[in-house]
């Protein structure tokens, strides 16, 4: 097994540093668009042959160190009782959003085995398919971000549905919040058993919450998770990556994570030095550098790992997940170019 992307997670050293790219297994790549032009969205996350294949594909393209689950964050959503549409080139929408302490209150704290049977299945037929060339990561939406979309119905710029809910009704934003965390929390723990060797936990908007919000609405939260996947998998490492959250860096080492991942917003030694030296860091160059000549590419790249200053725990990876109009060919420079000018001497 090539065990690069679980070394850097725990701070051992490695040959070169590994890589792998949020959304890797999406509609950039035309081989995807193939398998996806074949069902929905949601058919795609719930037949888990289609979904391992695809889990598969950005492996064999783009020889990345790690493989993530197919799937998305509202899987979890939908199985705690709020239904889910994916509306095409639109994103999610939630036509029955949660609003009231009955909507609260109807939600399904679930047994994943018994509601998300595709998932697990779709981790053991993937991990089958990988013949062990690379781990399988799985992952779970943050409690503020999955909340968000409840509330809201949808995306959103402002999220103004949830904040509103935490400031006027705080107490049945917090029983949201818990539900959200206890079921996240399970459905984590199922992926691990199945066949997943690490977690990322996406908290996709969490840079919406000021300090002082995020102490109150994030840190105990992903706290409970992390604490949650550790108590009986000390050995999994747990992602924990949020965009915006620069400033925040400090307060998302408490949560308990092995890994922070970070956006591009913030060079990635400024970044370590809040950090210290005991945690690994997962990123960070923006998508859209992707749209650059190759030799500016290679600079980028350079100029990361340069700042890293070869120490232990760096996972290259983008900012953010790649984009649809990137040229495939340009992912794969990425992934060789890290992997050369990332080799340890
Ligand atoms: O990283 C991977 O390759 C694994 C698959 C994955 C998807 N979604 C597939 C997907 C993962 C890890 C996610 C997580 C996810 N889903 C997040 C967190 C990461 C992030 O980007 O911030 C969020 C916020 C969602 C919710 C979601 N799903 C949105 C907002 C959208 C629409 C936006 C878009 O890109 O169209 C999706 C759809 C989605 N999830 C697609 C894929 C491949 C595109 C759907 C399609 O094929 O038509």
């Not at 200053?309 to 649809?324: A, D, R, S, V």
Request: proline share 7%; with cysteine.
């Amino acid at each position: 097994m090539n065990d690069r992307f679980l070394r850097a997670c725990r701070r051992e050293p490695v040959d070169t540093t590994p890589i792998w790219i949020m959304r890797q297994a999406g509609r950039y790549l035309p081989q995807y668009r193939a398998v996806r032009g074949k069902t929905t969205f949601l058919g795609l996350c719930k037949t888990p042959e289609l979904a391992a294949e695809v889990t598969v594909q950005p492996i064999d393209f783009l020889d990345v160190d790690a493989a993530i689950l197919f799937s998305d964050i509202l899987i979890p959503v939908e199985a705690m009782g709020v239904p889910l549409e994916f509306h095409e080139n639109e994103g999610p929408v939630l036509p029955q959003p949660v609003k009231t302490a009955a909507d609260v209150q109807k939600l399904d704290v679930f047994d994943p085995t018994d509601r998300t049977p595709f998932t697990l299945e779709a981790i053991r037929q993937t991990v089958q398919a990988l013949h062990g060339r690379v781990p399988l990561i799985g992952f779970a939406g943050a409690p503020f971000t999955l909340a968000a979309y409840m509330v809201e119905g949808g995306g959103s710029k402002s999220w103004l549905g949830v904040k509103r809910m935490m400031r006027q009704e705080p107490q049945l934003a917090h029983q949201l919040f818990g539900k959200i965390t206890e079921t996240i929390a399970q459905y984590l723990l199922a992926q691990v058993e199945a066949g997943c060797k690490a977690v990322q936990i996406f908290d996709s908007w969490g840079g919406e919450l000021g300090p002082e919000d995020f102490e109150i609405w994030t840190l105990p939260y992903v706290q409970r998770i992390v604490q949650a996947v550790k108590a009986k998998h000390p050995e999994v490492p747990v992602i924990y990556f949020g965009t915006g959250m620069s400033t925040l860096l400090t307060r998302m080492k408490k949560t308990g994570a092995d890994v922070i991942g970070l956006d591009w917003r913030i060079e990635i030694d400024v970044a370590r030095s809040i950090l210290g030296d005991d945690v690994a860091v997962q990123g960070n160059l923006d998508p859209t550098a992707l749209f650059l000549p190759k030799e500016e590419i290679t600079r980028r790249v350079e100029e990361i790992i340069r700042r890293n200053g070869g120490k232990n725990g760096h996972i290259f990876n983008l900012g953010h997940g790649i984009t649809p109009p990137t040229d495939p060919e340009m992912a794969r420079h990425l992934v060789s170019e890290v992997h050369r000018l990332g080799r340890r001497s």
